[in-house]
């Protein structure tokens, strides 16, 4: 926490006296001064970014380090208020009203103590490593000595940790008991592994040529040693969860029956939406699309000549065998294959393509048990690492055929690779708008590139249409559910309900999606409200434009200013509008 604190002491220094700076030399400032704090608080990030010296350092998430956010944070946030925002241009606008929101957003996650949720049902601070060893660089003796650093500073963060989590124990605000057997699987899996061969000192193997043999020696004896220390942690938060965290679990399961924990949930609807909207009328809205999505869906089925019900159509397209892949290589070369064939038709939709590329990949087989069906991990041309769409081989004969289409245009291209390779490409932006973590606008433009894709001509038949179609209402029921669980306090049963009848996700995936939402409250609704907002706001900009309009211009109207809330993205693309008619 030194660097942070030394941080805190710079900023709050008495000011030089500008002489006349102005408000948009007064933005600029507070900007300057945020990115300075960003790189210093989340060295994951400035890391990856291309910040070498961060790839030494772990994220300091001890309740000191929050009381030091706290004053940094509020300081910013007082400088962002002075500052006239009428006699700002429109561009230092959008950045002075989204600093502001993503400084305020930051202070609640501090007040509300989020740190005391320390892992979700497949994630936490216990597979962060995991994740840093498939994309940090090994080029040079300084990355690895990095990398060892990182590991040596493993056991203090695991220490860190386990104490936030204790303090949701004494508070009772803690995860239920069925998202916590899950990570006591996973970590019970983490420390019964060989130090040898665990995934954290994969790196190791990949070291330069350019480093001596003896000093390779050196740096891998190192490693391993830092790594026998870890295991030491990794074992005691087994020992942590099985006799202090499952007890106290709460008995509930959603985040609304803890104390705090309806504030807490529509803190997340404001976090993840970026809207006003209530938990109340979030559900209405899934409902709402539930149905229609559901008349869709029956009218592809008719397509196909099935001649039996909805729900028999549903289990003859979750049990035939010709949906599923025979091996985990065919699943990840029919997934290459999808790619390959949108990247084709990328430039007849997009006027702006990113320079990075990116790669199929299986997920871990470390982490495949409790995964979800794909994901994406980010990459970075600064540092020389592509993006990887990661495909989830295991359980083969959960992971349809159908799906793949949406699930690859999804966490691929056009989906979160092209956009967060683009944003992090940006060079007419402030620094801090490339990484933004706005899960709306990132998940919201995933679920708008699936039914891009049927422009694109990416569906061949009706069975795949089909699987985008329950991918949709996948996205639907989450609405319905995520709600249901955390403000209604519905039961599992009642939550799985939607999916079961509605889609035709596998039973594992399923199991595996309802886990996430129980964990990570209010995540799942940002999809659907933000590919609703992206749809709307192309409606609009098609009718308004006419023969004027140009999708290729406008995709990269909302891309090239990298993630938006909601209220943001909706003022760009009416300046965008006005502009196109002038042309």
């Not at 899996?189 to 060989?194: D, F, L, W």
């Not at 003896?214 to 830092?226: K, P, S």
């Not at 966490?411 to 490339?434: K, N, Y």
């Not at 907002?533 to 990298?562: P, Q, T, W, Y």
Request: with cysteine; hydrophobic share 40%; proline share 5%.
């Amino acid at each position: 926490m030194l660097k942070l604190i030394a941080f805190a002491l710079a900023l709050l220094a008495p000011a030089v006296a500008l002489a006349g700076p102005g408000e948009e030399a007064a933005l600029s400032k507070a900007i300057g001064e945020y990115e300075a704090f960003q790189r210093t608080d989340d060295p994951m990030t400035a890391g990856i970014s291309g910040d070498r010296a961060a790839l030494s350092r772990l994220p300091d998430v001890t309740p000191a380090a929050d009381a030091v956010r706290r004053v940094i944070l509020q300081q910013l946030l007082d400088e962002l208020a002075a500052i006239d925002e009428a006699q700002l241009s429109e561009d230092s606008q959008i950045n002075h009203a989204l600093l502001q929101r993503m400084i305020g957003d930051r202070l609640e996650v501090v007040r509300l103590d989020d740190a005391r949720l320390a892992f979700t049902n497949d994630s936490g601070f216990h597979s962060l490593m995991g994740y840093m060893a498939a994309v940090t660089p090994m080029d040079s003796e300084a990355d690895a000595i990095a990398y060892i650093t990182r590991l040596e500073a493993l056991p203090e963060y695991y220490e860190d940790n386990i104490a936030n989590l204790r303090r949701g124990i004494q508070t009772g605000f803690t995860q239920p008991r069925s998202t916590t057997e899950l990570v006591i699987g996973q970590a019970r899996r983490q420390a019964a592994m060989p130090v040898a061969d665990d995934p954290l000192l994969a790196p190791r193997k990949a070291l330069p040529k350019s480093i001596p043999p003896q000093r390779q020696a050196e740096l891998r004896a190192r490693g391993q040693a830092a790594m026998e220390r870890a295991r030491i942690q990794q074992d005691a938060f087994v020992t942590f969860l099985e006799d202090e965290y499952l007890p106290a679990a709460r008995e509930g399961l959603g985040i609304g029956s803890v104390p705090g924990g309806r504030e807490y949930y529509e803190w997340a609807v404001r976090h993840f939406t970026t809207t006003d909207r209530t938990p109340d009328e979030i559900h209405q809205i899934g409902l709402a699309e539930v149905r229609r999505i559901r008349g869709e869906m029956i009218a592809t089925m008719a397509e196909t000549g099935f001649k039996g019900t909805f729900a028999e159509f549903l289990a003859f397209l979750r049990s035939d065998p010709q949906f599923y892949a025979t091996s985990r290589e065919d699943l990840l070369e029919k997934a290459s294959e999808i790619a390959k064939r949108i990247d084709d038709q990328l430039p007849r939709y997009f006027g702006t393509l990113p320079r990075l590329t990116y790669g199929v990949r299986p997920v871990p087989a470390d982490i495949e048990e409790d995964y979800t069906t794909g994901r994406y991990f980010p990459g970075s041309a600064k540092l020389g690492v592509a993006g990887g769409y990661m495909v989830n081989t295991s359980h083969l004969d959960q992971r349809p055929l159908y799906e793949l289409p949406a699930l690859t245009l999804h966490e691929a291209v056009p989906g979160h690779h092209l956009q967060i390779a683009l944003a992090q490409e940006l060079t007419d932006v402030p620094a801090f708008r490339r990484n933004t973590d706005m899960t709306v606008f990132i998940e919201g433009w995933g679920l708008y590139s699936e039914k891009l894709g049927q422009e694109m001509g990416i569906y061949r038949n009706a069975y795949e249409r089909f699987g985008r179609l329950s991918y949709e209402m996948w996205r639907a029921c989450r609405l319905v559910a995520d709600t249901g669980i955390h403000w209604m306090g519905w039961s599992l049963d009642e939550a799985r309900r939607c999916f079961t009848e509605n889609t035709a996700l596998a039973p594992h995936n399923i199991e595996t999606e309802l886990a996430r939402y129980v964990s990570w409250p209010g995540q799942a609704l940002a999809y659907k409200i933000g590919e609703m907002k992206l749809l709307e706001l192309r409606a609009r900009a098609r009718d308004e434009l006419g023969d004027k309009f140009d999708i290729r211009r406008f995709h990269d109207a909302v891309l090239l200013e990298g993630p938006l809330p909601m209220d943001l993205l909706e003022r760009r693309i009416d300046r965008w509008i006005a502009a196109e008619k002038t042309r």
